[in-house]
Antibody, heavy 120, light 107 residues
């Protein structure tokens, strides 16, 4: 059974850092495209980042230069390192598997989400 | 960045109704679009990928169509469990962008 479990969220001060983890089971993270999506309280979904199986990474403009997506193949875990956090980064962060189909993708498995609150 | 404009932002419908949600891209995106359903407090769920392909396990009352800039999600006969918020997502180029969402409520 495919499962994604996020952890690492919490309360952090503006300008601080946090690392989110997404532990996968039922499939191999390194062989798949993996993505992060966030949702601010009461708001819509915002795509954050993706990492390809080959290691290429892409980011939303709002987090570029501050966030880094990575993975640990030995732990079958995806990460999101978040630096220089701002109040507007407050959100539930979801990890998801991005399954390529032709030129398109489907985010077919999602974790339950982890809440990040940036506040003093 | 490609802008995805969803309409309507909300709608009220009854069980058994046919419901249509549209998504318009600010530029052509081929068929590189997915539709997601989200219920309160839950993670989104993939319904449709590549504009018209039904994700495994999703009821056949859900269908998607469109290409280029205009896309549609149709629920042929609304069921009680379909009351939720629906989002489109373009994955044609980076950054991927979601529509603002359509909340489907009970009339």
């Amino acid at each position: 059974e495919v499962q994604l479990v996020e952890s690492g969220g919490g309360l952090v001060q503006p300008g601080g850092s946090l690392r989110l983890s997404c532990a996968a089971s039922g499939f191999t993270v390194s062989s798949n495209y993996m993505s992060w999506v966030r949702q601010a309280p009461g708001k819509g979904l915002e795509w954050v980042s993706v990492i390809y199986s080959g290691g290429s990474t892409y980011y939303a403009d709002s987090v570029k230069g501050r966030f880094t997506i990575s993975r640990d193949n030995s732990k079958n875990t995806l990460y999101l390192q978040m630096n220089s956090l701002r109040a507007e980064d407050t959100a539930v962060y979801y990890c998801a598997r991005a399954r390529p189909v032709g030129y398109s993708y489907g985010l077919d498995y999602w974790g339950q989400g982890t809440l990040v609150t940036v506040s003093s | 960045a490609i802008q995805m404009t969803q309409s309507p932002s909300s709608l009220s419908a009854s069980v058994g109704d046919r419901v249509t949600i549209t998504c318009r891209a600010s530029q052509g995106i081929r068929t590189d679009l997915g539709w997601y359903q989200q219920k309160p407090g839950k993670a989104p769920k993939l319904l449709i990928y590549a504009a018209s392909s039904l994700q495994s396990g999703v009821p056949s009352r859900f269908s998607g169509s469109g290409s280029g800039t205009d896309f549609t999600l149709t629920i042929s006969s609304l069921q009680p469990e379909d009351f939720a918020t629906y989002y489109c997502l373009q994955d044609y180029n980076y950054p991927w962008t979601f529509g603002q969402g359509t909340k489907v409520e009970i009339k």
